[in-house]
């Protein structure tokens, strides 16, 4: 019998339709589109807005969207693994709420925490459980409602992060088509430079931790940037030399959209082109777990059956890692 290999069998997404410009926020903070636009490559993030919504509110769309696509019921759905770093709540696991939601009875579900890395973390977790022969239709949405814990007076957050969710399904296949390789790293060393200070078990949330916004997200800009281009870039060319392939053999890099400069140097270190690169960060910002899918969402009609993608991100932890994945679908379909 042939390896059984996890292929992507359909893609949904979902962006809230709230437009937050980059000249919204210059009426916010003291910034400028030409800081923005030339700093980060971000012109333009939705906010989910509305009394009561959540990270599951923007997940459950992205999966509808994806089931729609490939025919399926919620009832099909045997596991759902959500990447996130805004659960809905510190507990239960969004993914038991997206579940829910969904009216997907027959599935069970968990979260994984892996900050900008979580949906490369979640799909190759995913695909371990379809390659084992256990289940053969397993989710992984990675979703983000970042302006959930992001302070919209500090200039140096908020024109990067916005909110977003995309979903793959996961099924089996025999013909080599799917996730074919991975590199997954961390080093909990980094923590110190991109963080939440208050609000787990080591800073419980409190009227002071909320007074001092502790509850907001710590970024030291300068030294996530210079751990993301190098880590990034070289685990990207790592899992291209384990696998033999060139930069001819690579259709497209699937990035993750923190910044168009650590996007730029992970492609030139690939020697792979602009135009094989995917880039949605100018519409979306950083949805975190969302970017990954989001760009295979928008992308998804360039693609055709044999393509070569390289996934890689780079996040807080610090975590980071490469995913091959030969394409299984042709322009979005079967
Ligand atoms: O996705 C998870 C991992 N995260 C990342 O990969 C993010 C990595 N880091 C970055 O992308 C960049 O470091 C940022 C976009 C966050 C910041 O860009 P930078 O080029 O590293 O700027 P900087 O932090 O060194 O700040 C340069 C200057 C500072 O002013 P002074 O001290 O030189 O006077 C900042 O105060 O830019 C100032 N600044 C701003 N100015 C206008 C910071 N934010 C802004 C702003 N508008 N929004």
Redesign the pocket.
């Known amino acids: 019998m042939s390896k059984v290999t996890a292929a992507i069998t359909a893609i949904g997404g979902y962006v809230p339709e709230y437009v937050l410009t980059n000249a919204e926020?210059e009426k916010m903070?003291?910034?400028?589109d030409e800081?923005?636009t030339s700093?980060?490559g971000i012109k333009e993030r939705r906010i989910l807005k509305g009394e009561g919504l959540g990270t599951s509110d923007l997940a459950v769309p992205a999966v509808q969207d994806m089931l729609r696509k490939r025919g399926i019921q919620a009832e099909d759905i045997e596991l759902l693994i959500c990447a996130t770093t805004t659960p809905d709540h510190q507990f239960p696991a969004t993914a038991n709420i997206i579940c829910d939601k969904l009216g997907a009875k027959n599935a069970f579900g968990y979260d994984i925490s892996a900050?900008?890395s979580g949906f490369i973390y979640a799909l190759v977790t995913g695909s371990k459980f379809i390659e084992s022969g256990q289940y053969k239709k397993v989710v992984v949405v990675g979703a983000d409602k970042m302006s959930s814990i992001i302070d919209y007076t500090d200039?140096?957050?908020?024109?990067?992060f916005g909110d977003g969710a995309g979903a793959v399904l996961l099924e089996p296949d025999t013909e080599g088509y799917g996730i074919r390789d991975s590199i997954l790293r961390s080093d909990g060393s980094g923590r110190v430079y991109?963080h939440q200070k208050a609000g787990g078990s080591v800073k419980p949330a409190s009227h002071k931790t909320v007074d001092a916004g502790e509850h907001y997200v710590f970024?030291?800009?300068?030294p996530?940037?210079k751990?993301?281009v190098t880590n990034m870039a070289d685990v990207s060319a790592e899992i291209m030399e384990k696998n033999k392939l060139g930069a001819d053999d690579v259709a497209w890099l699937v990035p993750?959209?923190?910044?168009k400069?650590?996007i730029d140097a992970t492609a030139r270190r690939m020697g792979v082109g602009p135009e094989k690169v995917m880039l949605n960060i100018e519409r979306y910002g950083?949805t975190?777990s969302g970017?990954i899918p989001l760009c295979l969402w928008d992308y998804e009609k360039q693609l055709h059956k044999g393509d070569n993608l390289i996934l890689a991100?780079?996040?807080?932890g610090f975590t980071w890692g490469s995913v091959w994945v030969k394409w299984r679908l042709e322009a979005g379909r079967l």
Request: glycine residues 8%.
């Open positions: 926020l903070v003291d910034t400028t800081w923005i700093r980060t900050a900008c200039r140096a957050t908020c024109v990067i991109l970024q030291d800009g300068q996530v940037f751990f993301a993750h959209q923190a910044n400069r650590i950083n975190t970017t991100a780079f996040g807080g």
